[in-house]
Nanobody, 124 residues
Framework: QVQLVESGGGLVQVGGSLRLSCAAS????????MGWFRQRPGKGREFVAR????????YVGDSVMGRFSISRDNAKNTVFLQMNVLKSEDTAVYYC?????????????????WGQGTQVTVSS
């Protein structure tokens, strides 16, 4: 089983940038498609971005399209979420997740492995 640990969260001003990392261990990283999700205060967990096992296919959600991007380094067992032009509504706990079921997974139910989350707070 893969274990996931997120890092890189913090406090940033509106319009700023952050880069989240998620380090994987315990299994062959390239066997897993990866995703990022977030949970805003008082809301359910929502899809942010996903990337295929090889890294050749990516997809980001409508609310972050054009501002966020996802990438991975299979040699370093790490997936990244680059977040630019941050808005106050991006404030959330961000989770990385792993799945062996599909390269196209966007639902929380499709991911079997989750990190503990990292807090991102965007202040004005």
């Amino acid at each position: 089983q893969v274990q996931l640990v997120e890092s890189g969260g913090g406090l940033v001003q509106v319009g700023g940038s952050l880069r989240l990392s998620c380090a994987a261990s315990g299994d062959t990283f390239s066997n897993y498609a990866m995703g990022w999700f977030r949970q805003r205060p008082g809301k359910g967990r929502e899809f942010v971005a996903r990337i295929s096992r090889s890294g050749g296919s990516t997809y980001v959600g409508d609310s972050v399209m054009g501002r966020f991007s996802i990438s991975r380094d299979n040699a370093k067992n790490t997936v990244f979420l680059q977040m630019n032009v941050l808005k106050s509504e991006d404030t959330a706990v961000y989770y990385c997740a792993a799945t062996v079921s599909s390269d196209l997974a966007v639902r929380t139910s499709e991911y079997g492995y989750w990190g503990q989350g990292t807090q991102v707070t965007v202040s004005s």
